[in-house]
């Protein structure tokens, strides 16, 4: 009739696991650590008696009891950081404002000078609408005449005017099964700020776009996996000194064939890689970031290797697993296994193509993606399916139900370390700390001080704190929430990003062991507060002091309807009470999917004046 | 001496007294010295160490560890039941909540609907179809949702029996600290009984912050029916205790599954909630006995999640969930009702009496132990479904014309509001921090419930409220119509409405004319939807005087109440001093759209004689969760099939 609870440890000592997340090292502050070491100043700033030396508590923070020199120093320390970012900020925008106005100024005087070949250029990210826009009318640096390709050489992918001027254009196929090239229907590029202008001449352009559908016998044709940087104005430089490399088309999968029909407004997600590719690219990235940080901040944090194994593994894995909609190119594959790969998806998937007779262009991209790049990712797109994916599309709407959370402890003031150890030796403690923080998933980028591909999302900083952000500006990134997207964040485990915690085995091993020690922890110290702990009762299991003490809980197949056998089986009001199984199992659920998802789990009270807790 | 001595040998004969008249029980500290106060009386408890805020103080550094945002929400109030929280529970008790607890057996007792419809809101209000709790008084109703709607839901008990008695002083050291005085033999009663309780009522802080008003030096008041916070521990303890047994079986399972995957099934509660929501929304009114609350509510309220707005405290996000949050700005200076505010900041010191002495076992301190405690993104609290609704939807807004007399309805100058201070911050929980006003003679107190409302008599003009996310034409307020006369201080020194600052504009006679038709026919067919309402007897408040006339407007509708109607059929007294006025009940008024709709209310004709006060107000919108039973058992069907999948 009894559930009998299968606690592994019985014991009160718990031993330390000797896992490598393992820490008790204080010094190896985390990426969070020190960020809510920085928030937590600017409740407590004026809290310093400079003059007495003291502290006082403060009137502003929601709570705390006890403010620790340590700390304050630290606050001290992350202050003075703050304010040279702010400083640095603002020198930061007068320099972008000053080139602004210079290069609206040259750009003006290259439009009255050479109107007529004006190109521009089509190198802009096209991932971000805001900073394509930005970039369109503010803060895009001059482009030597002499870099430009010629007009006639790049083609344009249209884009709808929503997207604020996307000097892109790409053909429509009736035919897009099997697509092929019509270099003489190539249109140049034009300076964005000039496409900007036209949006009625994008509209006459994309109707005067003549494609050939596609044909048997056409030629085979050979498709170069193309990233996000090829798009990216760091290769302004590659750009103007192309390799030729004959045959270099980059391949777009449309959203259907009336994408532009059905949401004008929708964003253009064609030249982004599909999500899998995408989260690889970010995951180097992320490396690449930390590995920056580091060296910038010195700490010696170096990554777990085993866990980086892990994550590879892991995240081919979720390429396999994705490879029905995607193709994933491997790293540094040759044109031949690219144009398999390629033509693979072209059978299943309708395909726009990327026409451009500029071959030295594509090669020369190509060869900077191989050197900066070496991901394999490629310009395939996500189906339509995985476009409306919530966790690529989770931007404000999530953030904005998010808060920082961090528990404050309600004791009086920190035990001493003798007295902490004391503690551990006996009740044992929580030593379990992930290093691998800062590399989890995110999909937020940005780190233009340390020049590390400023690429993705820089609208959503403002969701963010004014601390974080500026500590966003040295370390590059936020942890971000891929649960949040779905509905009560009941994420499908295929679609955790590589690297999550949830799916990184080595990471699970030890935490979830440490967190069922603290879990029996917890129980143990309510046992011996009222007199069934391990030194009360030696000889007693821990099953069997629970079932003596107050918290007996009786889990019953079926519910006592009548009030003698209730009180028969349960006690109701002597023990803690009864559930059913049932119910049981449903409160398992419920908490479980709190830890999984990262969920809170909340209990409220209603009741009259007793359960209120008046006296 | 005499004196103290007088009343030392009398004040347990009054004991009620004391707990009634708060009055008498300043004036008995006044003239009784600490050490004689210390020995009879009995104190109160802080709020921090009531029973449902122990769970979280013993919870939340667990989950913290998991990464899992913990809080615990006491929303219990003093001389009520839950009905008025329970009516619109979504947004009191919040849309996040995983276990609902319900103990109000000593006021709703003989209330088993009410019991039903707190249990049927609290399931359907939150998007989580929380885990019910409650004591005996539940026995027969949960097992019966458990069968007809797969609720589920726990029985907690109290924790004493295997808590040993005290039957000799000398041996008290021998129990362990937590335990002591919680049992005593009869002839020790008096020992368990002094140390009943322990709090303080101010500790100074190093800001030197000195309170306007003498702090007493413990809460004082008493009820033999209250516990102390021994007791109030134990109740927690046995409750995290059941917490956390489910939660070792939850990291359990996932640390047993092979590569530590877990499947889908196992932990996604999406559809699983919908399950539970769905049955309960269609529960046969033979199960449970929340249609038996017909003759004082509609049973919609056991179908349908309401919302809600309310000045009580303590409610969730109670920024966005009082009634000054909807109410329509006044005046050419906007303005709204200010309730006063707290007068130092938060944190309070730390007060020695929330923790354990020296040498005990110090929970905290054990499971706190470790390295620092990290900060991550968790999941705010979801804001009310009219507000998150609001900021994606172009909902229709149905705005108030003319009044009876053909005037413009504007907002009134005179409305006040009484409840606690800072308000805002009273939610309920650990670190609620509302209260902390100049009168308060016991600030460390803590406590959240007040019964506040917004004020308003014959001069205060219209209060306009403004109601989003209507969907079914239900609208109730819930007032209070025994207050004091001249007990709204706005309209002190008033003689006419709004101190005759504007008056409203006329109307011509055609609008007046086309005003009265439309108002005409729209009561008719209001009137004809909804069942009478028990009157309210032998009330000597309810006495109004000639003139008196309430009035409640939306869109083009005036419903006017006189003195003979005021307690009449569109009035119900659902539990004591719960006072509901019916202002719609029509399910199609809004043809299947959803409006945001204005309401707006007023009293006329008695000056400052009468002074209502508006504590709640309630407005559905419609469930998708109520669908035909055929469909139910279609959807409950295959909801299950993908669940056992």
């Given at each position: 009739?009894?559930?009998?609870?299968?606690?592994?440890?019985?014991?009160?000592?718990?031993?330390?696991?000797?896992?490598?997340?393992?820490?008790?090292?204080k010094n190896?502050k985390?990426?969070?650590d020190q960020i809510d070491g920085l928030e937590d100043f600017e409740s407590y700033q004026d809290d310093f008696d400079d003059d007495a030396g003291e502290y006082v508590v403060s009137t502003n923070a929601v709570r705390s009891q006890y403010i620790r020199p340590r700390d304050y120093r630290t606050r001290r320390l992350f202050a003075a950081v703050k304010y040279?970012?702010?400083?640095?900020?603002?020198?930061?925008?007068?320099?972008?404002?000053?080139?602004?106005?210079?290069?609206?100024?040259?750009?003006?005087?290259?439009?009255?000078?050479?109107?007529?070949?004006?190109?521009?250029?089509?190198?802009?990210?096209?991932?971000?609408?805001?900073?394509?826009?930005?970039?369109?009318?503010?803060?895009?640096?001059?482009?030597?005449?002499?870099?430009?390709?010629?007009?006639?050489?790049?083609?344009?992918?249209?884009?709808?005017?929503?997207?604020?001027?996307?000097?892109?254009?790409?053909?429509?196929?009736?035919?897009?099964?099997?697509?092929?090239?019509?270099?003489?229907?190539?249109?140049?590029?034009?300076?964005?700020?000039?496409?900007?202008?036209?949006?009625?001449?994008?509209?006459?352009?994309?109707?005067?776009?003549?494609?050939?559908?596609?044909?048997?016998?056409?030629?085979?044709?050979?498709?170069?996996?193309?990233?996000?940087?090829?798009?990216?104005?760091?290769?302004?430089?590659?750009?103007?000194?192309?390799?030729?490399?004959?045959?270099?088309?980059?391949?777009?999968?449309?959203?259907?064939?009336?994408?532009?029909?059905?949401?004008?407004?929708?964003?253009?997600?064609?030249?982004?890689?599909?999500?899998?590719?995408?989260?690889?690219?970010?995951?180097?990235?992320?490396?690449?970031?930390?590995?920056?940080?580091?060296?910038?901040?010195?700490?010696?944090?170096?990554?777990?290797?085993?866990?980086?194994?892990?994550?590879?593994?892991?995240?081919?894995?979720?390429?396999?697993?994705?490879?029905?909609?995607?193709?994933?190119?491997?790293?540094?594959?040759?044109?031949?296994?690219?144009?398999?790969?390629?033509?693979?998806?072209?059978?299943?998937?309708?395909?726009?193509?990327?026409?451009?007779?500029?071959?030295?262009?594509?090669?020369?991209?190509?060869?900077?993606?191989?050197?900066?790049?070496?991901?394999?990712?490629?310009?395939?797109?996500?189906?339509?399916?995985?476009?409306?994916?919530?966790?690529?599309?989770?931007?404000?709407?999530?953030?904005?139900?998010?808060?920082?959370?961090r528990y404050q402890s309600r004791q009086e003031k920190p035990l001493s370390p003798t007295k902490n150890?004391?503690?551990?030796?006996?009740?044992?403690?929580?030593?379990?700390?992930?290093?691998?923080?800062?590399?989890?998933?995110?999909?937020?980028?940005?780190?233009?001080?340390?020049?590390?591909?400023?690429?993705?999302?820089?609208?959503?900083?403002?969701?963010?704190?004014?601390n974080?952000?500026?500590?966003?500006?040295?370390?590059?990134?936020?942890?971000?929430?891929?649960?949040?997207?779905?509905?009560?964040?009941?994420?499908?485990?295929?679609?955790?990003?590589?690297?999550?915690?949830?799916?990184?085995?080595?990471?699970?091993?030890?935490?979830?062991?440490?967190?069922?020690?603290?879990?029996?922890?917890?129980?143990?110290?309510?046992?011996?507060?009222?007199?069934?702990?391990?030194?009360?009762?030696?000889?007693?299991?821990?099953?069997?002091?629970?079932?003596?003490?107050?918290?007996?809980?009786?889990?019953?197949?079926?519910?006592?309807?009548?009030?003698?056998?209730?009180?028969?089986?349960?006690?109701?009001?002597?023990?803690?009470?009864?559930?059913?199984?049932?119910?049981?199992?449903?409160?398992?659920?419920?908490?479980?999917?709190?830890?999984?998802?990262?969920?809170?789990?909340?209990?409220?009270?209603?009741?009259?004046?007793?359960?209120?807790?008046?006296? | 001496?005499?004196?103290?001595?007088?009343?030392?040998?009398?004040?347990?004969?009054?004991?009620?007294?004391?707990?009634?008249?708060?009055?008498?029980?300043?004036?008995?500290?006044?003239?009784?010295?600490?050490?004689?106060?210390?020995?009879?009386?009995?104190?109160?408890?802080?709020?921090?160490?009531?029973?449902?805020?122990?769970?979280?103080?013993?919870?939340?550094?667990?989950?913290?560890?998991?990464?899992?945002?913990?809080?615990?929400?006491?929303?219990?109030?003093?001389?009520?039941?839950?009905?008025?929280?329970?009516?619109?529970?979504?947004?009191?008790?919040?849309?996040?909540?995983?276990?609902?607890?319900?103990?109000?057996?000593?006021?709703?007792?003989?209330?088993?609907?009410?019991?039903?419809?707190?249990?049927?809101?609290?399931?359907?209000?939150?998007?989580?179809?929380?885990?019910?709790?409650?004591?005996?008084?539940?026995?027969?109703?949960?097992?019966?949702?458990?069968?007809?709607?797969?609720?589920?839901?726990?029985?907690?008990?109290?924790?004493?029996?295997?808590?040993?008695?005290?039957?000799?002083?000398?041996?008290?050291?021998?129990?362990?600290?937590?335990?002591?005085?919680?049992?005593?033999?009869?002839?020790?009663?008096?020992?368990?009984?002094?140390?009943?309780?322990?709090?303080t009522?101010w500790i100074e802080r190093p800001d030197h912050f000195q309170p306007?008003?003498?702090?007493?030096?413990?809460?004082?008041?008493?009820?033999?029916?209250?516990?102390?916070?021994?007791?109030?521990?134990?109740?927690?303890?046995?409750?995290?205790?059941?917490?956390?047994?489910?939660?070792?079986?939850?990291?359990?399972?996932?640390?047993?599954?092979?590569?530590?995957?877990?499947?889908?099934?196992?932990?996604?509660?999406?559809?699983?909630?919908?399950?539970?929501?769905?049955?309960?929304?269609?529960?046969?009114?033979?199960?449970?006995?929340?249609?038996?609350?017909?003759?004082?509510?509609?049973?919609?309220?056991?179908?349908?999640?309401?919302?809600?707005?309310?000045?009580?405290?303590?409610?969730?996000?109670?920024?966005?969930?009082?009634?000054?949050?909807?109410?329509?700005?006044?005046?050419?200076?906007?303005?709204?009702?200010?309730?006063?505010?707290n007068i130092y900041d938060a944190p309070d010191v730390y007060n020695p009496v929330l923790g354990?002495?020296e040498?005990?076992?110090?929970?905290l301190a054990?499971?706190e132990?470790?390295p620092d405690f990290?900060s991550?993104?968790?999941?705010?609290?979801?804001?009310?479904?009219?507000?998150?609704?609001?900021?994606?939807?172009?909902?229709?807004?149905?705005?108030?014309?003319?009044?009876?007399?053909?005037?413009?309805?504007?907002?009134?100058?005179?409305?006040?509001?009484?409840?606690?201070?800072?308000?805002?911050?009273?939610?309920?929980?650990?670190d609620?921090f509302?209260?902390r006003?100049?009168?308060?003679?016991?600030l460390l107190?803590?406590?959240?419930?007040?019964?506040?409302?917004?004020?308003?008599?014959?001069?205060?003009?219209?209060?306009?409220?403004?109601?989003?996310?209507?969907?079914?034409?239900?609208?109730?307020?819930?007032?209070?119509?025994?207050?004091?006369?001249?007990?709204?201080?706005?309209?002190?020194?008033?003689?006419?409405?709004?101190?005759?600052?504007?008056?409203?504009?006329?109307?011509?006679?055609?609008?007046?004319?086309?005003?009265?038709?439309?108002?005409?026919?729209?009561?008719?067919?209001?009137?004809?939807?909804?069942?009478?309402?028990?009157?309210?007897?032998?009330?000597?408040?309810?006495?109004?005087?000639?003139?008196?006339?309430?009035?409640?407007?939306?869109?083009?509708?005036?419903?006017?109440?006189?003195?003979?109607?005021?307690?009449?059929?569109?009035?119900?007294?659902?539990?004591?001093?719960?006072?509901?006025?019916?202002?719609?009940?029509?399910?199609?008024?809004?043809?299947?759209?959803?409006?945001?709709?204005?309401?707006?209310?007023?009293?006329?004709?008695?000056?400052?004689?009468?002074?209502?006060?508006?504590?709640?107000?309630?407005?559905?919108?419609?469930?998708?969760?109520?669908?035909?039973?055929?469909?139910?058992?279609?959807?409950?069907?295959?909801?299950?099939?993908?669940?056992?999948?």
């Open positions: 009739m009894r559930k009998v609870l299968t606690a592994t440890t019985t014991t009160r000592m718990i031993e330390l696991p000797s896992s490598t997340y393992s820490s008790n090292n190896n985390t990426y969070s040279g970012c702010l400083l640095g900020m603002l020198m930061l925008m007068m320099v972008v404002v000053v080139g602004a106005l210079l290069w609206s100024n040259a750009n003006a005087n290259a439009n009255a000078d050479n109107s007529s070949s004006n190109d521009g250029d089509n190198h802009y990210n096209l991932d971000d609408k805001n900073q394509l826009k930005a970039a369109s009318d503010v803060t895009r640096k001059p482009i030597p005449d002499n870099t430009l390709p010629p007009k006639s050489e790049i083609t344009r992918i249209p884009i709808p005017d929503s997207i604020s001027g996307a000097p892109i254009e790409v053909a429509v196929p009736t035919t897009p099964t099997t697509p092929t090239t019509t270099p003489e229907n190539n249109e140049s590029v034009e300076h964005p700020d000039e496409l900007h202008s036209k949006a009625t001449y994008e509209d006459e352009k994309l109707s005067q776009q003549t494609v050939e559908p596609a044909k048997a016998t056409a030629p085979p044709i050979t498709t170069v996996p193309l990233s996000i940087d090829e798009i990216s104005p760091t290769n302004n430089a590659t750009t103007a000194t192309p390799t030729p490399t004959p045959t270099a088309t980059a391949q777009i999968v449309p959203n259907g064939d009336k994408w532009y029909e059905d949401d004008p407004g929708k964003i253009w997600y064609e030249d982004e890689p599909p999500e899998d590719e995408e989260e690889e690219q970010i995951d180097e990235e992320e490396q690449e970031i930390q590995q920056e940080m580091e060296a910038m901040m010195g700490n010696g944090n170096t990554m777990n290797s085993g866990s980086e194994g892990a994550e590879e593994e892991h995240g081919t894995t979720t390429a396999g697993e994705s490879a029905a909609t995607t193709t994933t190119m491997p790293k540094n594959t040759d044109t031949t296994t690219e144009t398999e790969n390629q033509q693979d998806t072209v059978d299943e998937e309708p395909t726009f193509w990327f026409e451009g007779d500029n071959e030295d262009d594509h090669a020369s991209l190509h060869q900077e993606e191989e050197e900066e790049n070496d991901n394999g990712s490629s310009l395939l797109v996500p189906s339509d399916t995985e476009m409306q994916d919530p966790v690529m599309d989770m931007t404000g709407d999530v953030h904005s139900k998010r808060t920082l959370y150890q004391e503690l551990h030796d006996t009740w044992g403690s929580w030593t379990f700390v992930d290093r691998n923080t800062t590399t989890r998933p995110t999909y937020v980028y940005l780190c233009p001080l340390l020049n590390c591909n400023c690429k993705k999302k820089v609208s959503v900083i403002g969701k963010f704190s004014y974080r952000f500026l500590f966003s500006l040295f370390f590059g990134h936020h942890r971000d929430d891929y649960c949040g997207a779905y509905p009560n964040r009941d994420i499908p485990w295929e679609k955790f990003p590589r690297g999550a915690w949830q799916t990184d085995v080595d990471y699970l091993t030890d935490y979830l062991q440490q967190s069922k020690e603290l879990v029996m922890r917890a129980m143990e110290v309510h046992l011996a507060e009222y007199g069934f702990g391990p030194d009360d009762l030696p000889e007693d299991s821990f099953l069997d002091r629970a079932y003596q003490s107050p918290f007996r809980l009786d889990i019953l197949d079926k519910p006592p309807y009548d009030d003698d056998e209730r009180r028969l089986t349960a006690g109701v009001n002597q023990y803690a009470g009864w559930i059913t199984t049932k119910s049981f199992n449903g409160l398992v659920r419920r908490l479980l999917h709190a830890i999984v998802s990262r969920d809170s789990f909340n209990v409220v009270l209603g009741g009259h004046s007793a359960a209120a807790g008046h006296g | 001496m005499g004196k103290f001595i007088y009343v030392f040998l009398f004040i347990p004969l009054f004991g009620g007294l004391v707990e009634v008249c708060n009055v008498c029980m300043s004036s008995i500290y006044k003239l009784t010295p600490p050490n004689l106060i210390t020995f009879w009386t009995h104190h109160r408890n802080h709020f921090q160490q009531s029973y449902a805020l122990q769970i979280q103080r013993v919870l939340e550094p667990v989950f913290a560890r998991l990464g899992i945002k913990h809080y615990s929400r006491n929303t219990g109030m003093g001389g009520l039941g839950t009905i008025q929280n329970a009516m619109g529970a979504q947004d009191i008790y919040g849309r996040d909540v995983d276990i609902l607890i319900w103990d109000s057996g000593m006021t709703e007792k003989d209330h088993s609907p009410d019991f039903d419809l707190f249990a049927r809101q609290g399931l359907l209000g939150s998007d989580r179809a929380p885990v019910l709790w409650s004591g005996e008084d539940s026995t027969k109703l949960y097992p019966d949702l458990q069968e007809h709607a797969d609720v589920d839901y726990m029985m907690y008990g109290l924790g004493m029996g295997p808590i040993p008695s005290i039957s000799d002083p000398t041996t008290v050291s021998d129990i362990p600290w937590a335990a002591r005085y919680l049992k005593c033999d009869n002839e020790w009663k008096g020992l368990c009984a002094e140390n009943r309780y322990n709090g009522c306007p008003t003498k702090q007493r030096d413990e809460p004082g008041g008493r009820a033999s029916w209250h516990d102390g916070n021994r007791v109030h521990q134990v109740y927690g303890r046995t409750m995290s205790f059941t917490i956390l047994r489910a939660l070792f079986e939850a990291i359990d399972m996932w640390d047993n599954q092979p590569d530590k995957r877990l499947a889908d099934k196992m932990w996604h509660v999406t559809a699983y909630y919908k399950n539970i929501q769905t049955k309960v929304a269609n529960l046969s009114p033979s199960v449970g006995n929340c249609h038996e609350i017909r003759d004082r509510l509609p049973v919609e309220f056991c179908k349908i999640p309401f919302q809600a707005r309310t000045e009580f405290t303590p409610r969730a996000l109670p920024e966005h969930t009082s009634l000054r949050s909807i109410m329509k700005p006044a005046g050419k200076e906007k303005r709204i009702p200010q309730p006063k505010l354990v002495p040498g005990e076992i110090d929970y054990i499971i132990n470790g990290e991550f993104l968790a999941p705010a609290t979801p804001l009310p479904l009219a507000i998150e609704k609001a900021s994606t939807s172009n909902s229709r807004l149905i705005k108030l014309t003319v009044d009876s007399d053909g005037a413009a309805i504007v907002p009134g100058l005179g409305w006040g509001v009484t409840t606690k201070s800072s308000p805002n911050m009273c939610n309920g929980t650990y609620s509302c209260g006003s100049d009168d308060q003679e016991c107190y803590a406590h959240n419930d007040f019964r506040g409302g917004v004020t308003f008599d014959s001069l205060s003009g219209w209060g306009i409220f403004t109601l989003k996310n209507l969907k079914e034409g239900m609208i109730y307020v819930k007032m209070d119509s025994w207050h004091k006369a001249e007990e709204n201080p706005v309209t002190k020194g008033w003689t006419e409405v709004n101190n005759g600052e504007y008056r409203e504009r006329k109307l011509d006679e055609h609008q007046e004319s086309s005003f009265a038709q439309n108002n005409g026919d729209r009561q008719e067919e209001i009137n004809g939807q909804f069942l009478l309402r028990r009157e309210l007897k032998d009330d000597p408040n309810a006495i109004f005087c000639d003139d008196f006339k309430l009035e409640f407007a939306f869109g083009d509708t005036i419903l006017a109440l006189n003195k003979d109607e005021v307690l009449g059929e569109r009035h119900s007294l659902v539990q004591r001093v719960v006072q509901i006025w019916t202002v719609l009940h029509k399910p199609d008024y809004t043809n299947g759209d959803t409006v945001d709709i204005e309401l707006g209310i007023r009293l006329t004709g008695c000056a400052r004689q009468h002074v209502f006060w508006v504590t709640h107000i309630y407005w559905a919108k419609m469930s998708k969760l109520h669908v035909s039973s055929y469909r139910s058992k279609l959807v409950s069907a295959f909801q299950m099939m993908i669940m056992s999948y």
